[in-house]
Each structure stands twice: as structure tokens, then as C-alpha cells.
């Protein structure tokens, strides 16, 4: 007899055992649920609040099972039931997540989830579905404890053997003991599991309440994203106004609204994920201001340099000043001189005499009457104008998660300030300053945002193996943000790395022989194709013809929204920020000229780090001559 069909008759004769007076729907459903390999049922003996609490590699989930599903009052009842069961109840030493209410309605007839989230709703038809794409986050040795550590009276525990000898128990979870048996657990699943993986000693700031805005910072690797996520899910868990986890790059939100939706599908409605620039471009065309956004900018901007570039460029080439409007001026939200006089350039090395600080003024005025006679706004534009259209209004969102924060402008903290409020639980910011990829810089107090106090520093770096990150770390990469306002921070050196070994693999070549090279090191990695990245600092066309000249099917990083494919995806470390896979591929070209001031060579240094800590199990690292 197979597995399945044995854990099936055995589930059905412990629920016959237990629960003979059983209604024949119940009775069917429960049995599936106990059948269910890796999770143990504990059962309510009759009827009323919670039927089953489920615990297995999914979490805990808390079910009710029957034709007429909750309503809001009945589900709000069950889920303060669900916490109060396993409130206290530790794994790790760390408190359980809260149970995630499940609604089961027998056969096939339709469940439509709550828009609120309080719950989702699952058919019986569905259940091998709901369970394959559960995200897992528990080990077996965690599923057992936290059932052998909860006290239920009235509830049995329902529960059908594995065929092999069970797990060794080390004593009730010893973390120190027990953390590189879990990651390896996790990395051995699904690399799309992976991706939500969250540590039992991360589960407490999970669900810490802040009086106020917060942050979570720490170094590459140390899962600040995937903590942001859990804490958004159980956020959305006990507030019922609308939430938004937003960023910088416009395509990160949607990735990770995928991950979002294998923790919490329920909750799918409840979430809005978007980049900062496109909500603020949704704000005011909403709010009838006419917007025509960037396509034309750098063509103005360059139209605006010819006027002035006599008085600037024999001091710094275009690039520079660019960069010194688009983060100090408007990056600050300067709007006179005076004011442009007296900022700190925070992240800007080269002083300014005052003669200089005048032309840039005047190339910044320049800039933005062009602007305006085309009926234009840069992002920057976009960012203030969203801004000053919230003045003196109430905080639109119940939270806000703003991921990859240290390439934020100082605007756009202001305007994540003005999104959320002061309010409990309101505002969480997540980043690291030695992950910063763009040029700026800035303190959080000069946004008017304080966190002193409030939030937490990841230090134990769960996703790259040890080579990979000794490896990073010798890239020299600095911290340019003071996201911690003067507080101690925590860079990749310092990191704890919990999984040893890892696959680092070097190639310097001239750029004819490129394409022979990415083809070859595509087919000696281990890892899965659609687990596979080539990060490019340079040009991606050069890759990208590259590998259409081998026949190599690739996905633009700018278009991978984090659903599972079997191609290669390849993009900018700008667009690769925030995202990690397997196996990458980093592409720099030695002779594109970047680095070449100490804050170029810093900016670059950050960038290359960024690019080689994306990678979990494999680094290859290509220098391209000419």
C-alpha cells in the first residue's frame, strides 16, 4: 500500500476512534486534514469555536470546518481564541506566531474569502491545493514541540505515524543547537519556500509592538525582508484599515507580493504593493493634477546642462551634476538657494565653494523651468508634489512597510512619514546603508522621523553560504546611510553566518569570449535555471546578446514579478537589489570607467557587494576586459 493511501486509512480510523457521533462531512474533512504528511491535529471534542488546530510546516493554522462560513464577529471570536491558545507557547525561545484562521466548507460548493482577511476560505475540493502552497516555515522537530508544549483541554491529539523513525529530539529546542539543521531544512525545500523562510528567533519581532515608527536594519542576508512580511501579516491580522508596502525599485513590490501571498492568500486584498513613485503618480492623477512623468527628462536635463556646463564641467563631468540635483536639491526638497547653501551634502565628498554651490543653482533653475514649459515632473517632482497634496490630512494607511530604505530620498522618507503617521505600529523601515546602490544620504532625523528605541538589528546572516559572504566582504563595501541616527550598526563582517561551504567561482576575460563563458558557467551550476541570475554592472545588452548567441532563454529582471520559471533571469544590480536566487552570475566590465573618485569608488564598491550577497549558494564573478 502506498504512503497516501495508508496515512488515509489510518487517519480515517483514529477520527472513527475518536469521534464516532462525527456528522459524515465533518467526519470526511477532518480525516483529510489528519491524513495531511508532517502536520499533527489537535481536535475539538464537540462542537463550537475552533474545530482543529493544525500544526505542521505551514505554521499553525487554526480551522473550522462547515457549510455557512464566519461571519466578522464569529471570526474575530475565533481568532482571539487561537490566541489565547498558543499564547506564551515558545519555539526557540521564541514566542509561536499567531494561528491564521482557516474556513474548510465541505464538497465543492463555493468559499469566497472575507475582504477584511480576517480568514480564507478553502473548499474541500481544494485542500491538496491549499496545503502545496503553504510556505513552509517549521521543521518536523518544531511541529512536534509546539504540540507537545500547548495545553488544550477538550482537544485530542490526531496524529498518523511516519514510516521512518522520527527526528532525534536535542531537548526541548535549543536555538544555538537547532539553527543550522533548520535553514538546511529550509534551503532543502522548494527555493520559492525558501524565499519566506523565517528563523523561530526572528518570530518576536514579528509580533512586537512599537509605539511609534520603526525600523529593522542589518547587513545582506539577515532576512530583514521576510521578517517585514510576517510582521505585515500578522499587522493585517489586527487592524482592519488599509496597508501599503511600498520601496524605491518599481518592481520589487510585486515580487514580493507574490511571497505575500503564500504567507497570508487571505490577506491578499487587504495589502497594496506598489513602488513609491507609481503611488504617488496614482495620488495625483486621482486627485485631477495633470502628470507627465520622465520619459523626456534626461533629454531636459540635458538641454539645461548646454546652458551651464562652461562654468561646471572642467570641475566634474555631467554625471556628478546630476546627481547633485536629483539628491541634494531635489533629494532634500530645497527650494532656495539659501536653504541649498546651509544643507549638509550628506554622502557627497567634493566641497563646494560658493561660486559653485551658484551655478548649480542656476543649472537647477534651468532644469526645472524646462521642465515645467514641457509639463513635465522627475520623480523628485512626483515625490513633493504627492507630499505637499497630504498636508493637513490624516494618515491614509493603518501602516506602511518601505523596504530597501537607503535608497529613499530624504522627500520620499518625508512622504512615507506623511503616508503613516506617529502612530503605533504605523511606519516600519527596512534597509541597510552598505546595501545602498544609488548616490544620496541622509539622517532620519532630518525626515522627522524618530525610531530611538524601536525596532531591531539582524545579525545572523541566514541566506549565503560562509564562502560567498567572506568573499563579499573583501569588496570593501561601506555604510553611507546613518539609518540608526548615531546608533551602533551591524556591517556584513559582523554578520553571524549559520550555513558553511558555498561555490565561488572566478573568470577574467576580453568580451569577445563572454558569451562562451556565461554559456559554460550556466551549465556548471547546480542550481535550477529559473533559480539562476546574471546581475550586470555595465551594459545588459552586451549579456543579452551574449546569451541569445548561445540560445540561452532569459527573463529581464525588469519584467520577473517572482513567479517560478524555468529561465535565466538577468537585469542590472539595481534591479536586482532586494531579490536573492540561488545561483547568480556577476557581470562587471572593467573598462566602463565607473569608481573613479573615492565616492565613485565607494558607490561601486556597494554595488558590487549588493550583487555578489544576491546569491545564496553559487557566485560566479566575471571581470570582462575591454
Known amino acids: 500500500m502506498g ?73 474575530r471570536a475565533l481568532l482571539a481564541e487561537a490566541e489565547h491558545a498558543f499564547a506564551g507557547v515558545r519555539v526557540s525561545g521564541r ?40 510556505a513552509a516555515h517549521l521543521t518536523k522537530t518544531h511541529v512536534r514541540a509546539i504540540t507537545d508544549a500547548v495545553r488544550l483541554p477538550g482537544f485530542a491529539l490526531l496524529t498518523v505515524a511516519e514510516r521512518t523513525a522520527p527526528e532525534s529530539a536535542p531537548g526541548l529546542l535549543d536555538a544555538d ?15 520559492q519556500s525558501w524565499l519566506t523562510f523565517l528563523h523561530p528567533s526572528q518570530s518576536g519581532i514579528v509580533t512586537r509592538r512599537y509605539s511609534g515608527p520603526a525600523r529593522i536594519g542589518g547587513p545582506a542576508g539577515t532576512g530583514k525582508t521576510v521578517v517585514a ?22 518592481t520589487l513590490p510585486t515580487v514580493h507580493r507574490e511571497s505575500f501571498l503564500r504567507l497570508a492568500p487571505e490577506l491578499a486584498d487587504r495589502v497594496e504593493f506598489t513602488g513609491l513613485h507609481a503611488w504617488a503618480h496614482r495620488l495625483l492623477r486621482e486627485r485631477g493634477v495633470t502628470v507627465s512623468q520622465h520619459g523626456s527628462v534626461g533629454s531636459v536635463f540635458n538641454l539645461a546642462w548646454l546652458a551651464h556646463r562652461s562654468a561646471l564641467e572642467p570641475v566634474e563631468p555631467r554625471e556628478y551634476w546630476w546627481t547633485e540635483i536629483d539628491t541634494v536639491v531635489k533629494g532634500r526638497g530645497i527650494r532656495t538657494f539659501d536653504e541649498y547653501t546651509l544643507v ?19 543649472l537647477y533653475e534651468t532644469y526645472q523651468a524646462k521642465l515645467a514649459e514641457r509639463g513635465l515632473l522627475d520623480f523628485n517632482d512626483l515625490v513633493q508634489r504627492a507630499w505637499e497634496e497630504l498636508d493637513g490630512e490624516d494618515p491614509p494607511y493603518a501602516a506602511v512597510v518601505a523596504d530597501e530604505v537607503q535608497d529613499i530620498s530624504l522627500m520620499g522618507l518625508r512622504l512615507l512619514h ?98 562562451q563563458a556565461l554559456l559554460e558557467a550556466l551549465r556548471g551550476t547546480a542550481a535550477p535555471s529559473g533559480s539562476t541570475a546574471i546581475i550586470v554592472l555595465g551594459r545588459v545588452s552586451d549579456v543579452v546578446g551574449a546569451l541569445r548567441g548561445a540560445g540561452v532563454a532569459s527573463t529581464p529582471l525588469k519584467e520577473y ?29 572593467e573598462s566602463d570607467g565607473a569608481g573613479a573618485d573615492q565616492e565613485g569608488r565607494e558607490l561601486r564598491a556597494r554595488q558590487l557587494m549588493v550583487a555578489a550577497t544576491r546569491a545564496r549558494d553559487e557566485l560566479w564573478w566575471f571581470a570582462v576586459r575591454g
Open 418 to 515: 506623511r503616508l503613516a503617521g506617529d502612530g503605533p505600529d504605523g511606519l516600519l523601515l527596512v534597509g541597510d546603508g552598505q546595501q545602498q546602490v544609488y548616490p544620496g544620504g541622509w539622517k532620519l532625523s532630518e525626515a522627522g522621523i524618530s525610531v530611538r528605541g524601536r525596532g531591531a538589528v539582524l545579525k545572523v546572516n541566514y541566506r549565503n553560504r560562509a564562502d560567498i559572504v567572506r568573499f563579499a566582504d573583501g569588496l570593501g563595501a561601506v555604510d553611507a546611510v546613518d539609518d540608526l541616527d548615531g546608533g551602533a550598526g551591524v556591517s556584513l563582517r559582523d554578520a553571524e553566518v549559520v550555513s558553511e561551504g558555498g561555490v565561488v567561482r572566478m573568470w577574467r576575460g576580453d568580451r569577445a569570449d563572454l558569451g
Open 3 to 75: 504512503d497516501v493511501a495508508r496515512r488515509a486509512r489510518l487517519a480515517t480510523e483514529l477520527v472513527t476512534r475518536h469521534f464516532p457521533d462525527a456528522e459524515g462531512d465533518f467526519r470526511r474533512v477532518l480525516s483529510a486534514l489528519v491524513a495531511r504528511a508532517g502536520w499533527r491535529c489537535l481536535v475539538r471534542r464537540g462542537r463550537g469555536g475552533v474545530d482543529v488546530f493544525a500544526v505542521g510546516k505551514g505554521g499553525v493554522l487554526a480551522i473550522v470546518i462547515g457549510e455557512h462560513l464566519p461571519d466578522h464577529d464569529t471570526a
Open 561 to 589: 514579478a517572482g513567479l517560478p520559471d524555468d529561465s535565466v533571469k538577468v537585469g542590472t544590480v539595481h534591479r536586482a537589489k532586494g531579490l536573492e536566487f540561488q545561483a547568480v552570475i556577476a557581470v562587471h566590465f
Open 229 to 250: 512580511l510576517h510582521r505585515l501579516r500578522a499587522i493585517a491580522r489586527r487592524t482592519t484599515g488599509p496597508l501599503l508596502f511600498t520601496t524605491f525599485v518599481r
Open 344 to 362: 549638509p551634502r550628506k554622502g557627497r565628498v567634493r566641497k563646494l565653494s560658493a561660486a559653485q554651490k551658484e551655478a548649480v543653482w542656476a
Open 95 to 134: 514566542v509561536v506566531a499567531a494561528p491564521r484562521l482557516v474556513a474548510i466548507r465541505p464538497g465543492s460548493a463555493e468559499a469566497r474569502s472575507r475582504a477584511d482577511g480576517l480568514y480564507q476560505a478553502v473548499r474541500e475540493a481544494d485542500l491538496e491545493k491549499f496545503f502545496a502552497s503553504t
Open 177 to 191: 543547537e537547532l539553527r543550522e539543521d533548520q535553514v538546511a531544512s529550509a534551503m532543502s525545500g522548494s527555493f
